[in-house]
């Protein structure tokens, strides 16, 4: 059962960025401003004011030093300590400019740096806030600058036209990439975050299986020590027939060892550890993943056959890898066809000499047109009422579990499609609903021959 107090996978992480890595970025724009001015200066003898150009940058080069004798290198920021910091650099960098020049200066392109930074550390609104107020700055410095002359006095100015498309295309610059890169920034930490959750679920399946398979060890492994002190409570008990204190305390002992029996063969005795749990009849895999969700009021109905009209003789029932990944995904899709259907759930496989099949099919509402493409996305939403799936009101595991699920039964070799049933029946199948099929080479799932049980080897 999931901690109530545990956020939910999809929440944004409070503390984005290490303050040594903008401190790093800041020190570079530090040596390019202070390049830039040299070589503008002494270089190529433009006339502007040295001493306020360089205490502009002195100024962003000294809170850099204090920020790096305050706080650790290791330290994180928090959303607001970084919109703070990128929104001084924005303005740091406005200042520089309106010294050198405004607009007129073509290093007025920079205003797009910090919010390059910002759409890919902070949130939207942080994003949208810096981004509006480089627009306000880049808008300030068109009428209210320091003029920029050249080495004999004449003042450098762009033609109108030419300022103003410059102002147009730092605006445009600033809405188009600060939101382009946030929206590939916030797919890539969904991704992660989704990936993260897969992992978590396989290995949750991978310790059940374990733990599957000390309980079978264990019953094993024990059966005979405690047949022997069930034979031996037994002799003592005809032995001290003439001590009843004695004789109580074998009793014990043998009800004792009567109880152990119990407890493993209830807790489950197949025999050889994981010998036995490495593989299966494909129709096993299938009821063991389907399990959980057998008695939740709908009919599950199975049909486990070699393909119909096969060219080439299918053989026997395969027996599969228990892939721990294969059984978890499968049993996610399986749940999503039990909470959407209305009374059925079909589990349909089948074989043939090169490949093995499985259909999922339900006869619910099915998925929504629109939705079809982009099913198997981490976090799938949609805020529009026309895109809600009717029946599925205030459900919320649509886009992450369906991932998961997609995402291990591809590394298992398996082929992922999503689709909806036709309206009429068609052998057997549910009209109408959602139908999820899978596809894998018997060569990637396949457990050629079964060996022998050997002897117990020890879990990793």
């Known amino acids: ?140 410095l068109v009428v209210a600058h320091d003029p920029l002359l050249d080495q004999n006095g004449a003042m450098l100015v762009l033609p109108p036209l030419f300022l103003f498309g410059f102002w147009l295309a730092i605006v445009i610059g600033v809405a188009f990439i600060g939101l382009y890169l946030r929206s590939v920034a916030a797919e890539k930490q969904a991704l992660a975050e989704a990936l993260q959750a897969t992992q978590m679920a396989l290995a949750r399946e991978q310790r059940f299986t374990e733990l599957s398979g000390v309980v079978a060890a264990a019953a094993h492994e024990l059966g005979t020590p405690l047949a022997t002190i069930k034979l031996a409570s037994g002799e ?69 056959t070699p393909l119909p009209d096969c060219a080439t003789d299918p053989g026997p029932m395969p027996e599969i890898w228990r892939n721990p990944g294969l059984v978890h995904g499968v049993r996610n899709l399986i749940q999503n066809a039990v909470d959407f259907a209305k009374a059925e759930v079909q589990i349909a496989a089948h074989w043939d000499a090169e490949r093995i099949f499985l259909r999922i099919s339900d006869d619910g509402p099915g998925f929504q047109p629109q939705l079809l493409g982009r099913i198997g996305e981490p976090f799938l939403r949609d805020r529009r009422e026309s895109l809600r799936v009717k029946g599925r009101s205030g459900y919320q595991g649509m886009g992450l579990g369906l991932f998961i699920a997609k995402t291990l039964l591809e590394r298992s070799g398996g082929e992922v499609r999503f689709g909806n049933a036709d309206t009429t029946p068609d052998n057997g199948n549910p009209a109408g609903g959602a139908v999820i099929t899978l596809e894998w080479p018997r060569t990637a799932i396949e457990a050629r021959a079964r060996p022998a049980l050997g002897v117990n080897q020890p879990l990793d």
């Open 1 to 140: 059962m999931a901690n109530p107090d545990t956020p939910p996978l999809h929440t944004p992480p409070a503390r984005w960025v290490r303050l040594e890595t903008l401190a790093r970025v800041r020190w570079l724009a530090v040596m390019g401003q202070l390049g830039a001015i040299i070589v503008a200066y002494f270089g190529l003898g433009l006339q502007f004011n040295l001493l306020h150009s360089l205490a502009v940058v002195g100024i962003s080069a000294g809170s850099n030093v204090l920020g790096w004798a305050s706080f650790p290198r290791s330290r994180r920021l928090s959303e607001p300590e970084a919109l703070l910091l990128l929104a001084f650099d924005t303005v740091q960098l406005s200042l520089l400019l309106y010294i050198t020049g405004g607009l007129n200066n073509p290093f007025a392109l920079l205003l797009l740096a910090p919010v390059t930074i910002a759409s890919t550390v902070l949130q939207l609104r942080s994003t949208l806030a810096l981004g509006a107020l480089s627009v306000i700055m880049a808008t300030v």
């Open 236 to 304: 003592l008990v005809d032995a001290l027939a003439d001590d009843p204190e004695a004789l109580e305390d074998a009793h014990l002992i043998r009800t004792q060892v009567e109880r152990c029996h119990a407890i493993l063969r209830s807790m489950g005795s197949a025999g050889k550890d994981d010998l036995h749990l490495r593989q299966a009849p494909l129709e096993a895999i299938l009821q063991e993943a389907a399990a959980p969700h057998a008695d939740r009021g709908k009919a599950l109905h199975f049909r486990v």
